[in-house]
């Protein structure tokens, strides 16, 4: 895992070589996944063209573990999964290629913590409105939950 920098206070990286998404898997047909959303919310830039971040909790019901192995967002140019690392007092920003979500356990995306990292969002994403996730498991299964959209200072 390879630590970013943090740019400014903010949580932009559209200028750090490497910040590219995953590639994305064939999509399948969709199946019946153990896995759900829950807590998910989608969180706008304070500045205009920022990006945008987006968390949630992924529970999986199931007796195996499955993987999210990469995330759309409707209206949205580019969507990455970002770890925040601190390393050696540095606090910075990893990219991650997929994330596991354990058998009958889950993992959640927070401030501070993993997170959706959002870029290229349509304009007509608004607070207050809705935005549509998908989830796409490893094994070609999707997840799919209607994101409330929040201004940065509401989600203080
Ligand atoms: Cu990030």
Redesign the pocket.
């Known amino acids: 895992m390879r630590l ?1 920098p943090v740019i400014a206070a903010s ?1 932009a ?1 559209m200028a750090i070589a490497g910040c590219k998404p995953a590639e994305q898997p064939a999509a399948q047909t969709a199946q019946t996944a153990g896995v759900s959303l829950s807590n998910a919310r989608l969180v706008l830039p304070i500045i205009a063209g920022d ?1 945008a ?1 987006a968390y949630f909790t992924a529970s999986n019901g199931g007796d195996k573990p499955s993987r999210i192995a990469s995330i759309e967002i409707a209206g949205a140019g580019m969507v ?1 999964m ?1 770890d ?1 690392v601190t390393e050696g007092g540095k606090t910075g ?1 990893a990219m991650l290629d997929s994330v596991e979500v354990p058998a009958h356990g889950s993992v959640t995306f927070a401030p501070g913590a993993k ?3 959002v870029e290229g969002l349509s304009e007509q994403v608004k607070p207050g409105g809705k935005v549509a996730l998908t989830l796409i498991l490893d094994d070609g299964a999707k997840v799919q939950a209607d994101l409330p959209v929040e201004s940065a200072a509401s989600s203080q």
Do not use: D, K, N, S
């Open positions: 970013l949580l990286c990006p971040a990455m970002h925040t920003m997170h959706v990292m």
